[in-house]
């Protein structure tokens, strides 16, 4: 009998501390106008320092968990889609196992960028079609404040922290769950969006420091120019994939980057604003979490339905990008 993947839960956290607009002319040379137009972007909720990614992954899973019906020591696998972990290493996969199991079970960080969470959503539904994981929590956290560089302009008004988590499930003979996904990972393009230092390739040191390279670096222009093949590519071949159209399709929840770029894919497929998810004003970018934010943002709003069928697509560092479909419900 064939097995799919299916979402039992779904929590979101982002912190309560907001950074406006207008709090970031204070900081770098830049203005309300500026961002809004260029980015969409309104507002950023901002952890604060003592708060870790681990400590936000904890606050959604616990939610994804509770309306799953499940606790902690019934998952078999967490994965932590990062790319700000807590520390390089312990993952925050097994600091978060901690908090929510009080047996250990398997863990895991992944970092592919912005579309990690799309790969950590594709990697647990291998693992559950293959028959050996049951219970998966696919968790995708980010606390981008913590390598933004408050002196960049070019980078400071766009990012954001959150969290999100999905409980997927093995369910036998099912019409629901994840149908199918891709995925694509392109390094040549990896110098475009990179912390260039605090790794192998650039140990720490007081030189890495005064040069500010622990903070995020970013080819704006060229980032964009790929966003905006990448996305659309994506939503295409996953949809031929799994034997789907553009007409098939419900909702769209696009990684929340830049309105510009969303606008542009919307433009591309000529979609009916109704079918896309924009949550990107009230955010920004956080990274893996804001596809799980703009999902359950439609939930809320009753815009996501037993039956729908939801494309999740992303792009990110790496180069990587990719989406999944999923058939709403279980
Ligand atoms: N405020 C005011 N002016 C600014 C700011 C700012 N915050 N930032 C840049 N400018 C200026 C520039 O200096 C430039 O001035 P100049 O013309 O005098 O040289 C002018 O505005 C235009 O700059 P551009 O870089 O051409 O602006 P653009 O319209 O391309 O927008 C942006 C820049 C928002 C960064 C855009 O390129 C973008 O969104 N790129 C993609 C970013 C992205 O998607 N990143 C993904 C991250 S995913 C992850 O893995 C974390």
Redesign the pocket.
């Known amino acids: 009998m064939t097995k799919r993947a299916v979402v039992k839960g779904l929590g979101t956290y982002a912190p309560p501390r907001v950074l406006n607009n207008h709090d970031l002319e204070r900081l ?4 309300d106008e ?2 809004v137009t ?2 969409g972007i309104k507002e950023r909720h901002i952890a604060d320092p003592e708060e870790t990614t681990s400590d936000m992954a904890e606050k959604a899973s616990r939610i994804a968990l509770q309306e799953a019906g499940i606790e902690g020591d019934d998952l078999d696998f967490v994965i932590v889609a990062t ?1 700000t972990p807590d520390t390089l290493f312990p993952s925050t996969a097994a600091r978060l196992e901690a908090r929510l199991c009080d047996h250990p079970v398997a863990g895991v960080d992944l970092q592919a ?2 579309t990690g969470l799309i790969y950590a959503i594709e990697m647990a539904s291998a693992m559950i079609q293959s028959g050996n994981f049951h219970r998966i929590l696919v968790v995708g956290a980010d606390k ?1 404040s913590s390598i933004t560089d408050y002196q960049d ?2 980078t ?4 954001g922290d959150a969290a999100g988590a999905l409980v997927l499930e093995g369910q036998e003979s099912t019409e629901f769950g994840i149908l199918g996904s891709y995925l694509r990972a392109d390094g040549r393009g990896g110098d475009l ?1 990179a912390l260039p230092a605090g790794g192998s390739r650039l140990p720490a040191s007081a030189a890495t420091v005064q040069e500010r390279l622990h903070f ?1 670096k ?1 080819n ?2 060229e ?2 120019r790929f ?1 905006v093949k990448a996305m659309p590519e994506a939503v295409e071949k996953v949809l031929t994939k799994v034997g789907m159209t553009l007409d098939d399709m419900d909702l769209l929840v696009p990684h929340q ?2 309105l ?2 969303i606008d542009a894919a919307v433009r591309r497929f000529n979609l009916d604003p109704d079918r896309v998810v924009i949550n990107i004003e009230r955010y920004g ?1 956080t ?1 893996v979490g804001t596809i799980p934010l703009a999902l359950d943002e439609a939930r809320h709003q009753g815009r996501v339905h037993r039956g729908d069928v939801i494309v999740l697509v992303a ?3 790496g180069l990587t990008w990719g989406a999944n479909v999923i058939r709403w419900g279980h």
């Not at 770098?28 to 203005?31: A, C, G, S």
């Open positions: 770098v040379d830049t203005n500026w961002i260029r980015t790319n960028g912005c981008l302009r070019t400071a008004v766009l990012f969006l995020l970013m704006g222009n980032t964009f966003a980057a830049n510009r770029i970018n990274s792009f990110g560092a």
